[in-house]
């Protein structure tokens, strides 16, 4: 069965311009992309004006709470969840209960996520040490056989420069990335937001910014001594970003994330104590939103991550110094960069395939499934025109915890095609 994707909007990485065409798919692969296809009289055509075909999103930070926390989301939830937002790839991160830190348990997540929609797809990392506790190397070898494709501590930063430092000499030997989480941990004390005018005004303990920077400088320096290719999760300040940038211009392997919460929000938003405010690193300052936006249009991001995590109602709705700590976005990242970004002309849609789609699956060294013929059909097509309203009853994620909630947001995820296979059509 062919099928005709007609009158599109095509995205690409290589262009912050859209081209407009045709995409014909067969079998799971695109056999045709033109302006205009003609003379194909046996496929189903689907009638794309107006919409934006890009390819489909791969997310390297999501948490999916598997194993031992399936009251929050497990990894058919979180596939679901994931397909919701375009996303058909993910990297699951290891702080689980008990945490992913040996081959056994990379093979069981591994075996669980094939029996999802896009089980194919799905990835996990491993820990770096075992239990996440800093102290002992978990065993590196044995889940990079497994199938782990990433190792971290996330969550919590390897606090003993001297354990990170063998851990990256095993990392840079086997040939697979080490992200950190930045951090340090006598800075954060029991901080709960940033530390800054809104956190003194608020009385909550707030983690200054320093707590993230200083260990961002720390890792960098071992990444360069060790030679190992070093990804800094989750940036939340301009200082930070410019120390990576800086270590890039002197040829050091690292690589970083930035999640679309903190470009989208500051700590003023916290407003009356809302806990869907709450994540580490926290929420910074509206200065901080403008120069990392202006950081990821001039490339010293190299991928957007959402740090999709899951909490209860149950754990949420505890006051902001209790409640735990992150937030929801599988679901709500590709609306809301549109809502926020995109549809303002802040941002486009050729940076949109590049860091969320292409660069996250090179770090993963997957090949990226850019729209073009002889390519495999892995794309969505969003909607500009149309508008999404995040209820509970639209998300897939078995928790809601996130500042979108009930919100009404301009644009929506309209279909979304994996290996040729229509996995929501709405
Ligand atoms: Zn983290």
């Known amino acids: ?74 990894i058919a939830s979180c596939a679901e969840a994931a397909i919701n937002g375009g996303v058909t790839g993910f990297v699951m991160m290891p702080n689980t209960s008990p945490a992913i830190d040996n081959a056994g348990v990379v093979r069981t997540l591994l075996e669980s996520a094939r029996s999802t929609r896009i089980g194919a797809s799905l990835y996990t990392s491993g820990a770096i040490t075992k239990g996440r506790k800093g102290e002992e190397l978990a065993g590196i070898a044995g889940m990079k056989a497994a199938g782990a494709v990433m190792l971290t501590d996330d969550g919590f930063p390897v606090d003993n420069p001297q354990v990170l430092r063998r851990a990256m000499e095993y990392a840079r030997d086997f040939d697979i990335p080490l992200s950190s989480h930045c951090e340090v941990k006598e800075l954060s004390g029991k901080g709960c937001m940033h530390e800054g005018k809104v956190s003194y005004a608020l009385g909550l303990p707030g983690i200054p910014s320093i707590s993230e920077e200083i260990c961002i400088s720390r890792d960098i320096r071992l990444a360069e001594y060790t030679g190992v290719h070093l990804n800094i999760q989750h940036v939340t300040t301009a200082e930070g970003m410019g120390t990576i940038k800086r270590a890039k211009d002197r040829g050091i392997r690292v690589t970083c994330e930035i999640a679309p919460h903190h470009l989208m929000f500051n700590h003023e938003d916290i407003g009356d104590y809302d806990t869907n405010y709450k994540m580490n690193p926290p929420l910074r300052t509206k200065e901080d939103n403008a120069l990392l936006l202006q950081g990821l249009k001039d490339g010293w991001f190299d991928v957007i991550a959402t740090d999709h ?23 709500t990242a590709l609306t809301s960069l549109y809502d926020a970004f995109i549809s303002k002309d802040i941002l486009d849609w050729g940076l949109i395939v590049k860091r969320y789609s292409a660069e996250p699956r090179r770090l993963m060294k997957l090949a990226p499934v850019p729209i073009k013929e002889g390519g495999i059909a892995d794309f969505i097509l969003f909607n500009p025109g149309r508008t999404t309203t995040f209820t509970r009853e639209f998300m897939k994620s078995k928790s809601f915890n996130t500042p979108f909630l009930n919100k009404t947001l301009q644009g929506m995820v309209e279909r979304v095609i994996y290996r040729g296979e229509e996995l929501l059509a709405r």
């Open 309 to 331: 995590a899951p909490h209860t109602p149950f754990e949420k709705n505890q006051d902001f110094a209790s409640a735990p700590f992150g937030i929801t976005g599988l679901e």
């Open 1 to 74: 069965m062919k099928r005709l994707y007609r009158n599109a909007q095509i995205a690409s990485e290589d262009s912050s311009k859209l081209m407009h065409g045709d995409v014909l798919v067969e079998a799971g692969f695109i056999i045709g992309v033109a302006a205009e296809i003609t003379g194909v009289t046996d496929a189903e055509v689907i009638d794309c004006t107006g919409r934006i075909l890009l390819p489909s999103l791969f997310d390297i930070h999501v948490h999916a709470r598997e194993p031992g926390q399936e009251q929050k989301e497990n």
